[in-house]
């Protein structure tokens, strides 16, 4: 199967910082953001996340690592972000 072109990611487009909870699937990642909502009617904060399916074309990131993903075209039925670097390795213990 041929590639399509390279994907060209703006300067602007949005970003966002999360944690690889899957590196299973080749040039793909499963990327866990975390944050906290307050509640609307008892305005308790709660733990939310957020699973996002990220376009690795190198295989730079593994499991644990945290990463900056940036929005991108569509480039399968379920990725629309790239990872665009490696901020922190997992440990590896």
């Not at 199967?1 to 299973?24: C, F, L, W, Y």
């Not at 499963?30 to 305005?43: D, E």
């Not at 990463?67 to 901020?87: D, F, G, N, Y």
């Amino acid at each position: 199967m041929a590639r399509q072109k390279t994907i060209t990611i703006p300067e602007n487009a949005p970003r966002r910082v999360g944690v690889v909870a899957s590196d299973v699937r080749d040039r793909t990642r499963k990327i866990v953001i975390q944050f906290s909502a307050k509640h609307p009617k008892y305005g308790k904060y709660m733990r939310r996340r957020t699973i996002i399916h990220a376009h690795d074309e190198e295989n730079i990131s593994g499991q644990g690592d945290m990463v900056e993903i940036a929005e991108c075209r569509p480039i399968s039925k379920t990725k629309r972000w790239a990872v665009m670097k490696v901020l922190k390795e997992a440990s590896a213990s």
